[in-house]
Structures are given as structure tokens and as C-alpha cells.
């Protein structure tokens, strides 16, 4: 009679190795179809650029999102707006939110899909079944449930929202949201403060100087 040991090693080994396959599997089919580019609103060659790192659960990102839209608005084409990931640690949906918006934005919906985020922060952020709320939501923008799913879950998805962390944290992020005025730290001490520093920027571009402002 052989060995039960040896047996038993065996299917342990077999089950490991077919786990690890099937891990592979999963996350090859998961980042089928994903690629990458910048969340970008107003004009992308403009000479006056906003950068903001912000998280998705963060009640102070959302309360400042009408003056970034107000801000883009009102200076269109003088403006380049992005927006980059920085979930925080404390808050423990922040990065499958960050998540779910890269996975809208696979189909075109980033910002769309941020601003119900924000819109919906305080239903989803203490609720039990968040992710099955950013489903719906995915559902009410009309996006490929599956291809979301799938989205939601790739490793490239997490790598990207990792490298924007990695990047913020080089360059003196530790909030959010934290904004960048042409590569400078923007110090704000209002909401007023933060719309009065960018129309500067842009007058002071619009004159054709050198523009140094958010120090």
C-alpha cells in the first residue's frame, strides 16, 4: 500500500498549482482590454495646469469638487485639469472606489462616475454592501456590468492607483485634496483663496509671464 503521506502531498501540489493557474487566468482575462491615460478635463495644452490628488471617501475632496468644476468652467481652454488617485489609509472603501472609477473610465466614464462617487459618499462609505452600490452605479451610467467587474479587479488597475499614490507621497502628499498649480504645492486657506490663486495663474499666462503660484 503506498503511502498516504505521499498521496496527500500530492493533491496538495496539484491544488496549489492549479490555484496559481487559475489566479493567472483570471487576472490575464481581467486586464484584457485596459489601457491607460490621463483624467483630464479642460484643454490639455494649456499653460496654467491643476493637479489634484484626492480620494474618494474623503468628505473634504467632495465638498471641493463644485470650485474644481467652477474653476474648469469658467476658464476653459486656459486650463488643464487632472485628476490622480490618493486613497487614504484611513478610509477603508477609498481605494475600491478609486477602483471602480478606473473601471468606468474603461468605458469612458471616469468623471462621470467620480461625481456620483462624491454625490453618494455618505450612502456608500458606511454602508455594509458598498460594492454592490458601485455596481449600480456603474448600472445607472449604462456601463458593461461584466467588462466593470472585470475591470474592477485587474492587477493593472491597482498597479495605476498605487503608482499615483507612490508619486503623490514623492511629492509631499499626505491629505487630501491636495492640489498642484503648475508643478507647485498649492497652500490654500479658503475655497475663495483657491479660485483667486488660479485666476491669477491664468491672467498672469494670459500675459504671457512666467507663472508661479501655490508656493
Known amino acids: 500500500m503506498k503511502n498516504p503521506w505521499v498521496i496527500i502531498l500530492l493533491l496538495v501540489v496539484v491544488l496549489i498549482g492549479g490555484s496559481v493557474w487559475y489566479a493567472k487566468a483570471a487576472d490575464v482575462r481581467n486586464n484584457e482590454g485596459v489601457t491607460f491615460s490621463p483624467h483630464l478635463k479642460g484643454n490639455a495644452e494649456a499653460?496654467?495646469?491643476l493637479v489634484e490628488f484626492s480620494d474618494f471617501q474623503c468628505?473634504?475632496?467632495a465638498a471641493f469638487l463644485p470650485y474644481v468644476e467652477e474653476v474648469v468652467a469658467q476658464h476653459g481652454d486656459a486650463i488643464s485639469f487632472e485628476y490622480k488617485h490618493f486613497p487614504l489609509p484611513m478610509h477603508a472603501l477609498a481605494e475600491?472606489?478609486?477602483?471602480?472609477a478606473e473601471a468606468a473610465g474603461q468605458q469612458g466614464k471616469f468623471f462621470e462616475y467620480g461625481e456620483k462617487l462624491f454625490a453618494e459618499q455618505a450612502v456608500w462609505s458606511t454602508n455594509?454592501?458598498?460594492l454592490g452600490l458601485f455596481v449600480r452605479y456603474a448600472e445607472e451610467l449604462g456601463l458593461d456590468i461584466d467588462i466593470f467587474k472585470r475591470h474592477m479587479s485587474a492587477s493593472l488597475v491597482r498597479e495605476k492607483i498605487r503608482s499615483e499614490m507612490t508619486e503623490g507621497r514623492e511629492k509631499g502628499v499626505t491629505g487630501t485634496p491636495t492640489f498642484f498649480l503648475n508643478g507647485q504645492r498649492m497652500q490654500?486657506?479658503?475655497y475663495e483663496d483657491?479660485?483667486?490663486q488660479i485666476e491669477a495663474a491664468v491672467l498672469t499666462s494670459q500675459k504671457g509671464e512666467t507663472v508661479q503660484f501655490g508656493i
Open 128 to 130: 455594509p454592501n458598498a
Open 194 to 196: 483657491f479660485k483667486a
Open 59 to 61: 468628505p473634504a475632496c
Open 47 to 49: 499653460v496654467v495646469s
Open 188 to 190: 490654500i486657506t479658503s
Open 96 to 100: 475600491p472606489a478609486a477602483r471602480a
